[in-house]
């Protein structure tokens, strides 16, 4: 591990901008995927018909197609991040980190919406009933009663999407993202005798931020364990 000693700073960087590709497609998907699932078990039949079309073609479509598309195709059809041009510090926010954003959150927010499904059909129909019975619409029986109880129903199956959103940021690698796969793969490169070194260190950097966030879940989970 001697080549990631005398390089910690590229290490940590690289994981810097794996932790902003996983928070920022992390909030997206959650909010994407909460839209897509009040489509789902919404009233309206051609809603409920397209937010079960898109998880369907997007939820079977390989994460690398995804990047594909909106690294090679969305170009021709208009669909340009050039106008993302952040720098924080050493930190260079551009179209590539976009595009990774993009093809991330649309992915994440197929199985997010999925989870979250579950988690509204856990919820007893009879509550659904009493609040349209006091007045309230769609909108507020989905934000009001239903979609907290099935977000605290849903979170296990949450957490674990959101484990696996961590693991496909390494996909970003293969298209430009310097993220820490990326980093990994210059580090094997210029220093190919200490190979073994250098996969152990990156994989312990990924187990760390995985257990973070499983701690994180876990704690959630038994605070509104709890709280009922």
Partial sequence: MEAVFDNV????????????LFL????????LGTFLVALRVGPIAVLRWAGATYVTLVRNTPLVIV???????????????TWLDVHIDDYDFTALFGAAVASLTLYTSSFVCEAL??????????????????????????????????????????????????????????????????????????FSSQRLGIFVAFAIGYIVIVEVVSLLSASLERRWRAAT
């Fill in 117 to 190: 499904r579950a988690g509204v059909n856990a919820v007893p129909l009879g509550q659904a009933e009493a609040a349209r019975a006091i007045g309230l619409p769609f909108s507020g029986v989905m934000s009001q009663v239903v979609l907290p109880q099935a977000l605290r129903a849903s979170l296990p199956p949450l957490a674990s999407v959101q484990i696996a959103l961590i693991k496909n940021t390494s996909v970003a690698a293969v298209f430009g993202v310097a993220e820490a796969t990326a980093q990994m793969r210059g580090f094997t490169n210029d």
């Fill in 9 to 20: 700073d590229a290490y940590l960087k690289a994981f810097g901008y794996t932790l902003a």
């Fill in 67 to 81: 990047f594909a598309f909106f690294s090679f195709a969305a170009p021709t059809l208009g669909i340009r991040f």
């Fill in 24 to 31: 920022v497609s992390g909030v997206l998907s959650m909010v």
